[in-house]
DNA sequence: GATGTCACTGCAACAGCGTTGCATTATCAT
DNA sequence: ATGATAATGCAACGCTGTTGCAGTGACATC
């Protein structure tokens, strides 16, 4: 009975990696998973406020997860970085973020956009973000 | 013997907005103008190294600019913000990160991209973000 | 050109996000 | 069960950006 359509769960991705499946790597990719929005730093310490884990470890897990491809890593325009998981997110996808409470989401794109770089210029990643009023903030 | 054809020079958009017309401001909007990329707050504080300018000026005065409508500040992904100056940008533009060097550059768009956001929301302001290696890196 | 007002500047201290170093703990292979 | 070592916790730090307040300099008025 195996289940090659179904997405892996947190634990299972994590022992795909190869590295160890502790705690608060587990805790935090299933609140990323869970999530529908982008988590700030913050976001996951005070949802993880119970269970003891450092920020320093939050911080370590967050990049970690990030360099391992299992979460995306974008800046913020108040100079803080969000992450959200992977997997859902695979097409293109752009990021809104609303102007009222901060909270950024992630977003289906039709098309990347043309470009004309000047001569030189390689391309390797086109990201978008938008900005306006979220659907909750704006009802 | 009237130039209303050319581009407003520091002094002349600084006077135009009614405010006190600085050593400091011409200074920085002087460096922003002549810039082909966009400038961080440390890029700024050294090119003005000679000129006893503090710290916090600029911050104060890069704000101001933004709040005027002569410079845009963008969020960079190193928790940094980098600022331009308006004017020959007022085209829609991109924002290409060299990856390399780090450095920011404006590059022309031809038509921003079809979105189709969820429900509820509304986009007032699309901002489109290139990572990559520019000419000077990858030559 | 002199004078007064208040916007702007400089200085100092602070705040928040993220990072680094090192001792300790806990995961996993054996 | 045991050992190697990856991961964590703790403490201290660094950098970008902010705030409060006293002093100065730009500009209007005379």
Redesign the interface.
């Known amino acids: 009975m195996s289940k090659p359509i179904a997405p892996a769960s947190p634990t299972e991705s994590l022992r795909a990696t190869g590295a160890r499946v502790t705690g608060a790597r587990v805790a935090i990719l299933s609140l990323l998973t869970q999530a529908n929005r982008a988590l700030s730093h913050r976001d996951v310490e005070q949802a993880l406020a119970n269970e003891h884990v450092d920020r320093v470890t939050v911080y370590r897990v967050l990049d970690w997860l990030t360099s391992e491809g299992l979460a995306h890593k974008?800046?913020?325009?108040?100079?803080v970085?969000r992450f959200s998981a992977v997997g859902k997110h695979d097409d293109p996808h752009?990021h809104?973020k609303c102007?009222t409470c901060g909270d950024v989401?992630c977003?289906?794109?039709?098309?990347?956009?043309?470009?004309?770089?000047?001569?030189?210029?390689?391309?390797?990643?086109?990201?978008?973000?938008?900005?306006?009023?979220?659907?909750?903030c704006?009802?």
Chains 1, 2 share one sequence.
């Open positions: 974008i800046a913020d325009d108040e100079r970085f752009a809104f102007r989401f977003v289906p794109t039709g098309s990347t956009p043309k470009l004309n770089l000047p001569a030189g210029f390689k391309s390797e990643e086109v990201e978008l973000n938008i900005k306006g009023t979220c659907a909750r704006a009802g």
